[in-house]
């Protein structure tokens, strides 16, 4: 008997505030829904906002033309341009590398780290003695590597500077 009053007062409750206040606009079928407007507001513009390409988009870099420099440029390696110059400076480091058993020779920033294979023909003895005669500007980072300080200024002088010390493991 007592659940026939609560069930009253319920749908009591449900029929008057029902009158007074309007259902929000997120419940289906009963609540009233804005009608969307005709005329769309563009968003204000924003100085950081990206160009970003669509798919499908082509997009090319704009080109300054330099007759001077496009006609010596061959490569494009990391966002650097190789000369036909500097190309043929580098098959002559990798020449000279190569004669004496080094893998690798890899250069930047003032040093440059030298990988020699294990059938390096570069004697143990030439090694140590190079390493002595450079007054620290060789260094044994592990085995078959060695760490050595080259220029850092332009590219002819980094070049001497590891021609040279491919040049003393020789010696």
Do not use: Y
């Not at 449900?14 to 606009?25: A, E, F, N, R, W």
């Not at 300054?64 to 500097?86: G, K, M, Y």
């Not at 300080?149 to 493991?169: H, Q, T």
Request: proline share 8%.
């Amino acid at each position: 008997m007592r659940l026939r009053p609560a069930g009253a007062l319920a749908a009591l409750v449900l029929l008057l505030s029902g009158c007074g206040i309007g259902m929000p606009g997120w419940v289906p079928w009963l609540g009233k829904q804005d009608a969307p407007s005709a005329v769309a507001t563009p968003a204000p513009h924003n100085p950081n906002l990206l160009d970003t390409p669509k798919p499908g988009d082509i997009r090319q870099r704009p080109t300054e033309d330099n007759e001077e420099l496009s006609d010596r440029i061959i490569a494009v390696v990391n966002n650097d341009a190789i000369t036909l110059e500097q190309l043929i400076d580098i098959v002559r480091i990798r020449i000279a590398a190569r004669a004496l058993g080094i893998e690798r020779v890899e250069s930047g920033e003032g040093k440059a780290v030298i990988t020699f294979a294990p059938s390096t023909r570069v004697e143990p003895a030439a090694l140590v003695k190079a390493i002595h005669a450079s007054r620290g500007r060789l260094k044994m980072r592990r085995e078959f590597t060695v760490e050595a300080a080259v220029a850092r200024d332009s590219w002819p002088a980094v070049r001497d500077s590891l021609l040279g010390v491919l040049r003393g493991f020789a010696a």
